[in-house]
Every structure is written in C-alpha cells, then in structure tokens.
C-alpha cells in the first residue's frame, strides 16, 4: 500500500469539504484559530510517520484528552470503574443534561463531557489533588506520545472555565446524585485543564500506536495496558468516540476513532498503525467536518478497517 500516494490524494480531494463547517466558539479562545488549517499524519509500527498539511501545528486535543484518562482510570480502577460510568453510545449530544437526569447521574460512557468529568473525579481520588492529578495526565500523555515537550494551553483552559457554565451543571447534577466524590470546582478545573492539551497530529498519531498494538509500544516496546484493556478502549472508541454521530463514524470510517471539539480525530487501525487528523470546522455534531471526511477516505482507498 502506498500511503504516501494515497495521502497527496486525500489532500486534493478534501479541498470542497475545507470550507464547510463552523469552527467551535463556545469555548471564545478556540474560535481564534485559524479555520482553514488541515494536516493528517499516519504512524507505522517501526516509528515512520507520513504527513500532509500542518502536521507540525499544535492545536487544542479537548476531547482526545479523554482517551488518555479513561486508559489511566481503567488501568487504575479496572472494572470497577463501571459502578460510575457506562459503556453504551449515548445518542445524544456531548454536553446534554437530559439522559443524566432520568438515569440518575451514571453517565452513559466515559466519552461524553459528563462521563469523561466522572474519569477526572477519579483520578483525582487517587492522586489527591488537582496539580498532582494533570501532572499524571500529562506524564502519561508525554509517555505514550514519547515526547517530554507536550503541554497546555492555559489561555484555552481559562476561556473555558470562564464560560464553563454547563459542565459546571453536569457536574454539579452528578454531585447531587452521590456521583462525584472531590470537590465540584476542583473536578472540572482538572477537566478543562488536561482538555487544553496542546499537540499536532504527528505527536498524536504517535500517541495512539500503544492503543493500535494492544496497549504495549511498538516501537519502545513498553507495554502500557492490557491487552483486555486496550480492547476495551478500543470498543469505547468505535461505539462512543464521536458522540450521537458515532453510528455515522463506524458507518463511514469503519475504525475506532475520537473526536475533539479542536478538531482534532484520531483513529486506530487494530495491528497496522494509527492516525491522526486536524480540521477545525466542525459538522453539527460537534466533529471535524474535513477530518471525517479525510478518514472516509482513507479507509476507501486503502481498504482499511475493523470490518
Ligand atoms: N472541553 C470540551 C467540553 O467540555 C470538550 C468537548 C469536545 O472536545 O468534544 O465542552
């Protein structure tokens, strides 16, 4: 397979998607990024990365932070973990309060904003407190990325807070439902904290190459999770990485996959390598509208999927 070949010609052929979308302005610092930017990147097992567009920009992961903690509360908690949060597709939106309220404060899977702030509560519980609890995060990012350099963006994490009205009502909500156990501020603060984490699709592609070869590196060849564990990150991916649009994804792409309101994707193709995509328009759910578009392609043309 040639994916060089094949990625000059996504290149071309996203260029009527660049312009569709909308980039996301509820968080203010985000809506200042530059909307027309594009890069993709692919990692292989022996390391080799190939990208195209702005590979080596840095943009807000939101989101795709989730991965990085769900994979550490599982690997801390392991099934216990599902007493608090749930494995089933939400089919609602990111940051809908309805569901939470008629299920009383279980969030349906660690994905959607409510279960991915129930992920940060208990890594909090374990590490203690909030600056003791990102640094862990970020240890473990820059870990499985190998790269020390990684950080975040703190105008990005405070514009959120600043405007952090409804993931304070989810968290609050879960509070009120015996759902959380730390401190409701503290909660989210680390949330929007480690969803400020700033890296391009080159580190990110690399980042997800541990979740591609059943949790161990395949280039340090450090085993991070289980193999049982790796497959359950994976499954969550695939049934709940992009929301109530996670169907469509699975439908199109055919790869586990998680989206982040930056417009970042990353997807993993189980044995082979993993990928990475930026785009920040976004489509009504609240995924890059050109990024789901590049990883279609991709998988059309080289016949790549989990199916
Ligand atoms: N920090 C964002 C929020 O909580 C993450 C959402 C996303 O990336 O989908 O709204």
Not at 6 to 26: C, H, N, R, T
């Amino acid at each position: 397979m040639d994916i060089e070949k094949i990625l000059q010609e996504i290149q071309e052929e996203i260029k009527p998607f660049m312009s569709q979308g909308k980039v996301a302005d509820y968080i203010p610092a985000l809506a200042k990024v530059d909307p027309d930017q594009f890069a993709m990147s692919v990692t292989l097992f022996d390391g080799t990365t190939h990208s195209i567009g702005c590979s080596d920009t840095k943009f807000s992961i939101q989101s795709i932070s989730k991965v990085f903690t769900f994979t550490k509360s599982l690997n801390i908690y392991s099934k216990e973990l599902y007493k608090r949060v749930g494995k089933e597709p939400s089919g609602n939106p990111f940051n809908s309060l309805v569901q939470l309220e008629y299920e009383r404060g279980i969030p349906r899977n660690p994905f959607i904003n409510a279960g991915a702030i129930v992920i940060t509560d208990t890594l909090l519980s374990h590490y203690k407190n909030v600056n003791d609890t990102f640094e862990k995060v970020m240890d473990f990012i820059k870990a499985v990325a190998g790269d020390r350099a990684i950080t975040h963006d703190q105008e990005v994490c405070d514009s959120e807070y600043a405007h952090g009205y409804r993931n304070l009502a989810l968290a609050n909500l879960m509070k009120s439902f015996g759902n959380l156990d730390n401190d409701v501020e503290d909660v989210v603060k680390t949330y929007f904290k480690h969803c400020s984490v700033t890296m391009s699709t080159k580190e990110l592609s690399r980042a997800m190459l541990f979740l591609a070869n059943h949790g161990t590196d395949p280039i340090s060849n450090h085993r991070f999770i289980t193999d049982n564990q790796a497959k359950r990150v994976n499954a969550m991916m695939l049934t709940c990485g992009h929301y109530d649009a996670s169907g469509e994804f699975a439908f199109h792409v055919g790869l586990p996959g998680k989206s982040g309101v930056g417009g970042g994707i990353v997807a993993v193709v189980p044995k082979q390598m993993s990928i990475a995509v930026f785009s920040p328009r976004l489509n009504s759910w609240g995924n890059s509208l050109a990024g789901t578009q590049a990883l279609e392609l991709f998988s059309q043309k080289s016949g790549l999927s989990v199916f």
